[in-house]
């Protein structure tokens, strides 16, 4: 227990010195590189609580796609970060307010932990024992049976937004040609094919 609580500390203060330093870093690839070590420490404090599952998933999809994807757009983008700054005074009272509704939803949530401890915990499935079940099959048993209809709303509202990227960043450019499904499906043989009867030794 103690090497299991000295990891944990080790971890944990990792990760809060690694997220201070992502909005404290003025380069975003530092900044980039800082969330990646808070995924990594993420993870293993969910290897310390049993759950391997989401510290293999928080590192393959944040860590392996999402957090890779934007370091190199960082990188590839030539974006000056000195003038997106610029206008960052007229939206503090926005964020300011923003942070005091967050703070204040994390104020109730820590009272109503201490005030009663157990009311937290009501509207949760009952966690089966590790002896009789492995991690993933109790969150493959819980995600498909009784979560299975919000899954399905955010799988749908994941293919929604990208839809709608794709969309608003599709751009025609003029003169280049492009599949039409329906004249294609449209052609006859008579229209798309000519029969040239050609003498023998002049070709065409």
Not at 49 to 68: D, H, S
Not at 82 to 100: K, N, S, W
Request: glycine share 8%; with cysteine.
């Amino acid at each position: 227990m103690v090497l299991q609580a000295l990891f944990f500390y080790l971890f944990a203060a990792l990760a809060v010195a690694s997220a201070f330093m992502v909005v404290a870093s003025r380069n975003p690839v530092h900044s980039v590189l800082f969330l990646i070590l808070c995924f990594f420490n993420a993870a293993g404090l969910f290897v310390l609580i049993g759950a391997e599952y989401l510290a293999m998933l928080l590192v393959v999809v944040y860590v392996g796609a999402v957090m890779v994807l934007f370091l190199f757009v960082v990188m590839m983008l030539d974006v000056d970060f000195a003038e997106m700054r610029q206008g960052f005074l007229q939206y503090l009272p926005i964020g300011a307010l923003i942070g005091v509704i967050l703070l204040a939803e994390l104020l109730m949530v820590i009272s109503g932990w201490v005030i009663a401890p157990g009311m937290l915990g009501e509207g949760a499935a009952p966690t089966p024992p590790v002896e009789q079940t492995q991690n993933i099959a109790a969150i493959g048993e819980l995600l498909y049976t009784r979560y299975i209809y919000w899954f399905q709303l955010s799988g749908l509202v994941l293919l929604v937004a990208m839809i709608g990227a794709i969309v608003l960043t599709l751009r025609h450019k003029p003169g280049v040609r492009r599949q039409n499904i329906s004249e294609q499906v449209a052609r006859r043989p008579e229209t798309s094919i000519e029969v040239v009867k050609v003498e023998s030794g002049k070709g065409l």
